[in-house]
């Protein structure tokens, strides 16, 4: 009887050692069986697994781990988890020691808007005061245009634009080098990010984007240097892993688009590929623009602004101008771009590495405020465009999650960005053309504490830093583009920044903390930040500075502190306290540039600009649906760069461009207050209808004098009423904008005061409509009419007429 018992034993113990796939433990006489749950090889967290048919439900904790409740044989388990797809265990299906989860296909769902920015808001899924504010393009994953409309059209971020290929976004009043641009992580502000109105945003290409965060107000504890206005963080498409019995391992879109207002016409291609643990994803767009025609109601009551009655062109070899046949159509302002993406994504032992490839090229672009620039009544400028663009991106991510001590997530990238700019004074012989490179290497690591801590907090700390090179050139062309060699033709030429090389190099270190206590969420973190700037200036006949060299060092310290307190079951409040600071860079301190009569020139001796910031937000949400948001920021600016009238040896003016220009330099001057609001509300009509509206106000001045300051956008927002149905929906929605007084323009030429009327920018409205139909699973279109009653207007600060009356249409595929 003993030597059967042993047997039996012998037996037992046989079979447990080999069946390693399954674990059991004793629990009132129920068997419960332990799984990892994974995409690939990276274990999931807060994976919920429902036995259907008793109720009993699990969790995975930070390494995966999740004990299955228990299972009889006609039991059905169901897990989920946000941003995967739902797996389901039928009964009589075996499961081993992994369990398989794939991520969700993700269109361009949403542009996501939030203030109050808390220090590791940025890689957070539910964002703190985020407002969905996206037109049904967008929600479809059918982007309208190109970047400047996808962010215009959410009411909340206003864009200027110089020429229809481009679009500088203006956040809290800060706008290009005080805002941050970031693409997956990886910083696109570099050294010559210029501080008056940038158009990089546009290089982005808005058919690869899965997601848009914009950040409000000072971010920089988790991004660094420019964030002060705030973040816009564009995520291209991920490459997913998929199990074999989820989806086929291939899969494709394509879309084509047309815009009758300028003739537009954008080709799309996507091809997505996966297995268990690799990953891969290609893109590509070719865009082509066509002359821009604005507006023929005038309700402003100007009969001429903006129209174009004249195109210059050459004729036998002699600058020329002929009549334009529509006024209305401003020439040139057409343009193409062409924009590629490569991901490929493969898993490692409890994490995953990435790579990334990025490029984009456009051609030639027409500065339209430029072409129309007259100097009484002749015009300026028989040429003046940028050459083509070129961004490249390379990218390699490594994420590896290290179980109850959290996570590791480590970019190191390259960016090469070649930028040039050519202009010819009307009837003259000399074509110049400004050549820049800039080469970035960049690196951060950021370390996230796991969410199974089990005490209420969570940690983050992060080190960063990026090398910016410079090479700035010069070149006399023959009106054909021919290289002129004769040095004499090229002696009063000056290149845009230091002739003898510049580079700028930027280090920091981040660490914050987030702590739950009940319904409370308090957050705190805290940055340090240092850069330096070196530059050489090589003498030259046409520019005789008092020094050669510039190298210069900043360090800066800034915080945040944010509090989410609900003061009852139906309101949410977040208060935040929080400082940001911008080092100066090779464009500020070093570029030579004209500009409405004024020639910047460079300044050995800037310091780092600061701002600190107060936002009160409170929510009041009754029922689903309805919610009123109204939320107020007041921020104080101090030692803000600026460009002020200066002396350079004994001179108050330079000859530039073959005319006289008043000399300024960069300077840091006293300090300045931004205030500003926003209130937002959403209400449910009838079934499947709401109505949203948002308003935004801004006001900013320089305490010392009193004036305003500049980018301060008037009061703008949106307005909409949207019908969804399970095959259609209808959008009809409202952009407007309040009038900004010229009184009201800052210093300078910055606002462009010279593209707007004698009282100021007017006030303007647009009516529009879209509707998403969905013809089949894997046929969708888009179709829409933009400024239905054809205003003519201009958003503040911009140089070019916002489009008319436009009928668009796209049709999206998937295979």
């Not at 940025?122 to 962010?151: F, H, Q, W």
């Not at 990334?356 to 100097?375: A, E, G, L, P």
Request: charged share 20%; net charge neutral.
């Amino acid at each position: 009887m003993d030597l059967q018992l042993i047997r039996y034993a012998s037996i037992l113990l046989i079979l447990s050692s080999f069946s390693p796939s399954i674990s059991f433990c004793q629990e009132k006489g129920k068997e419960k069986q332990e799984v990892r749950v994974v995409n690939g090889s990276i274990p999931i967290p807060f994976v919920a697994v429902v036995n259907i048919s008793t109720g009993e439900s699990a969790m995975s904790d930070a390494d995966g781990l999740v004990i299955i409740p228990f299972r009889n044989p006609m039991d059905t388990l169901v897990f989920r988890s946000m941003g995967y797809k739902q797996v389901i265990v039928k009964p009589g299906d075996m499961i081993g020691l992994f369990l398989l989860m794939d991520e969700m296909p993700i269109n361009l769902d949403e542009v996501r808007i939030t203030s109050n920015v808390v220090p590791d808001v940025g890689t957070n899924a539910g964002l703190v005061d985020a407002a969905t504010l996206s037109s049904t393009a967008i929600k479809n994953g059918i982007p309208p245009g190109n970047m400047a409309e996808l962010l215009q059209n959410t009411g909340q971020v206003l864009v200027q634009q110089s020429q229809q290929g481009g679009g500088s976004p203006v956040l809290r009043g800060f706008e290009a080098n005080r805002v941050l641009l970031v693409v997956d992580g990886v910083r696109m502000n570099n050294a010559i990010y210029r501080s008056g109105h940038l158009q990089n945003s546009s290089t982005v290409d808005p058919n690869s984007i899965e997601r848009i965060q914009v950040f409000m107000g000072p971010s920089s504890v988790r991004y660094g240097s420019d964030a002060l206005g705030g973040v816009v963080h564009f995520q291209t498409r991920r490459p997913r892993f998929r199990s074999d019995n989820s989806e086929s391992s291939f899969s494709s879109l394509f879309s084509t688009q047309f815009n009758s207002v300028n003739s537009s016409s954008i080709l799309h291609g996507t091809a997505e590929a996966g297995g268990l643990r690799w990953g891969t994803v290609v893109s590509f767009s070719a865009s082509k623009y066509g002359d821009l025609k604005m507006g023929s109601r005038r309700n402003h009551g100007n009969s001429d602004w903006g129209l174009v009655p004249f195109i210059a062109t050459r004729i036998d070899g002699v600058d020329s101008l002929i009549a334009n046949p529509n006024p209305e159509i401003q020439s040139p302002t057409g343009y193409s771009q062409k924009d590629f993406l490569h991901k490929l994504r493969f898993g490692i032992p409890g994490g995953a590495i990435e790579t990334n490839i990025q490029y984009s090229k456009t051609s030639n672009i027409s500065r339209f405020d430029k072409i129309n620039d007259y100097s009484g009544d002749v015009l300026r400028w028989a040429e003046w465009y940028y050459g083509p663009q070129e961004r490249l991106m390379t990218a390699i991510s490594w994420e590896q999650y290290l179980g109850i001590p959290g996570s590791l997530h480590t970019t190191i990238a390259y960016q090469k960005i070649n930028e040039s700019r050519y202009k010819r004074r009307f009837g003259e012989a000399i074509k110049e053309a400004k050549l820049e490179e800039v080469d970035v290497i960049s690196m951060s690591s950021i370390w996230k504490s796991s969410p199974f801590r089990g005490d209420g907090w969570k940690f983050e700390a992060g080190v960063d830093g990026q090398f910016n090179e410079v090479e700035s050139k010069v070149k006399a062309l023959t009106p054909e583009g021919f290289l002129i060699t004769d040095p004499e033709w090229g002696v009063n030429l000056m290149t845009r920044y230091p002739n003898g090389g510049s580079s700028m190099t930027s280090l920091g270190a981040f660490t914050s903390a987030k702590r739950s206590s009940g319904l409370n969420i308090y957050h705190i973190g805290m940055r340090y930040s240092y850069a330096s700037i070196d530059a050489v200036f090589n003498e030259t006949p046409a520019l005789a500075l008092p020094f050669s060299e510039i190298h210069t060092s900043n360090g800066a310290l800034t915080g945040s502190l944010v509090a989410e307190v609900p003061l009852g079951p139906t309101i949410s409040t977040v208060s935040s306290l929080a400082s940001g600071f911008r080092h100066p860079n090779i464009d500020d301190a070093a570029k030579v540039r004209e500009k409405g009569g004024y020639v910047l020139i460079p300044n050995d001796s800037l310091k780092a600009e600061y701002l600190y910031s107060f936002d009160e937000s409170v929510t009041w949400q009754p029922i689903e649906g309805f919610s009123i948001t109204v939320s107020g920021f007041f921020s104080l600016w101090t030692d803000v760069i600026s460009p002020v009238n200066a002396y350079l040896n004994g001179q108050s003016t330079l000859i530039i461009d073959g005319e006289s220009a008043i000399i300024q330099k960069n300077k840091n001057m006293g300090t300045a207050t931004i205030r500003g609001a926003r209130f937002q509300f959403a209400a449910p009509i009838v079934h499947r209808m709401m109505f949203n509206t948002i308003v935004n106000f801004n006001k900013g001045s320089i305490l010392t004098s009193g004036s305003p300051l500049a980018h301060i956008p008037p009061t703008f927002g949106r307005s909409s009423i949207e019908y969804k149905a399970k095959k259609w929906s209808l959008e009809s929605f409202v952009l407007f904008s309040g009038m900004k007084k010229i009184q009201d323009y800052g210093p300078g030429s910055t606002d462009n005061p010279q593209e707007t009327l004698v009282d100021g920018n007017p006030s303007w409205w647009t009516l529009n409509i879209e509707s998403h139909l969905e013809f089949h699973d894997y046929l969708h279109a888009q179709i829409g009419i933009s400024n239905i009653l054809d205003m003519h207007y201009k958003s503040f600060s911009s140089a070019i007429s916002s489009p008319g009356r436009s009928i668009y249409i796209a049709l999206h595929a998937t295979f």
